[in-house]
């Protein structure tokens, strides 16, 4: 674990004492001068130096720090936003061009996407990490050039969970995660508990793309759902993200239709979709692309995201008896 | 009146003058834009000079060495095909380098769910490049085995080209289970040159030296080939086992750059075009200016591409596509005028 300001003194006992600084704590007065600064100053960066942090990272690669890194690059939303979320937003240097909450990172230089991240704009910056998603090439790259990467990939809440976690043993900060973890599970109990009694249990069809790709029970959203007390159209078995025939849709006859304001004003053209009885009853949550946008980020603004969800179904005209 | 030897010098000449020009710029085309001034500020500390040696140096070698596999395994296809508008990609490396790459990028998508999380992360380690590569030759041997050999011509384009339909409608198949392969494919499709390094360069150097030579000793065949297939035969070619040597070095080419830098479109197209427009020769030179043109074609992209919306990157597929397109509009033009 990384030493906190409130574990200093433990921290000025090396880890791992190498022979050339037993060598120095023999050298006894400049160690004593040293430790005196140390005292006077309440030395931040000597606990860091001692420190020492492993973090493994989700493609199984252990990256060691001796210091909580603080110049940081994120080439994903969902991991700009838990940095920022854990109170490490201003050790941001850059972020990919797709991250835009909160609005202060906006003003941060753009370093491409994940796939076509410019890697000289990246390491002139000399981060100490750059947070990256799995499977992305730009992280053999930088890899190879002596940039340290992590690789964090969220696909359910416990991934959220352990993101955060990873993030917060990371940035030096790990009650903090434990800390926004808890707002987020707050938060989600409290809009669960704004949900209409009579929405319980409604199969919700949610719609990330207009192909249609729908959210599974098993994904973040559809986990989400759940908490709500909600239903899932889909089954689990075809997976978190699963491409369905839309015909699927209309022989499911979801309760509710959740999607983007664009996808839900064009469902009643797409063949044999106006026979959708939410669409018909007006039982749909059509998200505006800023909230939307908010739904399909997998990060600790999950909870907002929640209370976005029961507003809607709070306004959702009621259910009809089937 | 110039004489075609005359131009042939000339064109070489030029060839040579231009891609240490470009070279040159390309090493003062930064993040930033392009600024001689930050060159000589960044060489004069270490952090600059690392980003000088250890990015922009074999960004821009490799964006002319990705150019240079592509211009030649061209003018060796279209030797081959006897067809202007053969390109490398034609004998199935494309498609196959696609699916290769679109494995690796669903297996990671869907590791802990269709496949365990121990296969996804030794997919994974494979690589991309590695991936790629094996995906291109794998694709030109299926277009091989399909066509029984290169005896015919005309069968192995017909397979190449049902190879390719094959190939990228099974990545699309996979893309579909696994949606999330759909942004690192569609990077693939663009092709970069802005992840290579010096070892990509020593790969592509080291490919070049090895099919060059031989593909400039196949040159006599392709000269051969265009008097006709029957004439050719009469001179005594064993033409099947040579065709073969030819396709297999074409595919090695284009599947080492594909590998390295992704599909960058009509570079193996338009480079051998512009060497026979300039200066008709045989073989032998065309393959040998066709690698030098596709390599100054593809550098001036890769200096375009950093340069145009500094700092901010044009993908360097679009913009070969563009020029490509363009020159290919210009052409059609003035032979209608004419």
Not at chain 1, 231 to 250: D, M, S, T
Not at chain 2, 153 to 181: F, I, K, Y
Request: hydrophobic share 50%.
């Amino acid at each position: 674990m990384f030493q906190h300001r409130d574990a200093q003194t433990r921290a000025m006992i090396p880890a791992e004492p190498t022979p050339r600084r037993s060598a120095a704590l023999s050298g006894g007065r400049l160690w004593s001068v040293f430790f005196l600064i140390f005292l006077a100053s309440g030395a931040p960066f000597t606990s860091a130096a001692h420190a020492r942090e492993a973090i493994r990272d989700d493609r199984g690669i252990t990256v060691t720090f001796e210091a909580p890194p603080r110049r940081i690059v994120s080439l994903l939303p969902s991991l700009t936003e838990s940095v920022c979320a854990l109170g490490a937003c201003d050790r941001l240097v850059g972020t990919d061009r797709f991250s835009n909450w909160p609005d202060r990172v906006q003003a941060l230089p753009k370093l491409g996407g994940l796939e076509d991240a410019q890697i000289e704009r990246i390491v002139a910056l000399k981060p100490d990490v750059v947070l990256a998603s799995t499977s992305a090439r730009v992280m053999d790259r930088l890899e190879s050039l002596g940039v340290r990467v992590i690789a964090l990939e969220s696909r359910n809440r416990a991934d959220v969970k352990r993101t955060l976690t990873v993030l917060g043993q990371l940035l030096g900060a790990p009650g903090k995660a434990e800390a926004v973890w808890a707002g987020v599970e707050r938060a989600t109990r409290a809009a669960a508990a704004r949900v209409p009694p009579a929405e319980r249990g409604q199969r919700v069809y949610f719609e990330i793309d207009p192909a249609p790709y729908a959210a599974g029970p098993d994904s973040f959203i559809g986990e989400s759902l759940r908490c709500l007390g909600l239903g899932n159209a889909i089954p689990a078995e075809l997976g978190p993200f699963p491409k369905l025939n839309p015909e699927f849709i209309v022989r499911t006859q979801p309760d509710i239709v959740m999607a983007a304001q664009a996808s839900v004003a064009d469902m009643p053209r797409r063949p044999g979709w106006s026979t959708l009885r939410a669409l018909r009853a007006g039982r749909t949550c059509a998200f505006p692309s800023g909230t939307y946008e908010l739904l399909v980020h997998p990060g600790p603004r999950m909870g907002e995201a929640a209370a976005a969800l029961a507003e809607c179904l709070a306004h959702l005209p009621p259910p009809s008896a089937r | 009146m110039t004489s075609d030897g005359e131009r042939r010098l000339r064109l070489a000449f030029g060839l040579a003058v231009g891609s240490v020009v470009i070279a040159a710029a390309g090493m003062a085309a930064g993040g930033d834009g392009w600024s001689p001034a930050g060159l000589f500020r960044a060489l004069a500390n270490a952090d600059g000079r690392f980003i000088v040696l250890q990015i922009r140096a074999p960004r821009t070698l490799g964006a002319w060495l990705t150019g240079a596999l592509l211009g030649l395994s061209g003018a060796a296809a279209q030797g081959l095909f006897r067809n202007p508008l053969a390109d490398p990609y034609l004998l199935g490396s494309a498609s196959g380098a696609v699916l290769g790459v679109v494995l690796v990028l669903a297996a990671a998508a869907l590791g802990g769910h269709v496949v365990s999380v121990a296969t996804a992360g030794a997919i994974a380690r494979f690589g991309l490049v590695g991936a790629a590569f094996v995906g291109a030759l794998l694709g030109v041997l299926l277009t091989l085995s399909l066509a029984r050999g290169a005896q015919e011509t005309m069968h192995l384009l017909l397979a190449g080209v049902v190879v390719g339909v094959l190939l990228t409608a099974a990545s699309d198949l996979v893309t579909s289970a696994a949606p999330d392969a759909l942004r690192g494919k569609q990077a693939f499709l663009l092709g970069s040159t802005g992840f290579l390094g010096w070892q990509s360069c020593a790969f592509m150097a080291l490919g070049l030296a090895v099919t060059l030579p031989a593909a400039w000793r196949l040159a006599r065949v392709l000269d051969a080939l265009t008097l006709g297939t029957e004439t050719a035969a009469s001179l005594g070619l064993a033409l099947g086992r040579l065709r073969i040597a030819l396709v297999v070095a074409i595919a090695f080419a284009t599947a080492l750059a594909v590998s390295q830098a992704g599909l960058i479109a009509f570079v193996g197209l338009i480079a051998p075009h512009l060497v026979r427009r300039f200066a008709p020769a045989t073989h032998g030179y065309t393959l040998l200016a066709g690698a030098a043109a596709g390599g100054l074609l593809l550098l001036t992209a890769d200096v375009l591409a950093r340069t145009v919306i500094a700092p901010q990157e044009v993908p360097v597929g679009v913009l070969t596509a563009i020029l490509g397109g363009g020159y290919l509009i210009w052409l059609l033009r003035r032979r209608r005028a004419a």
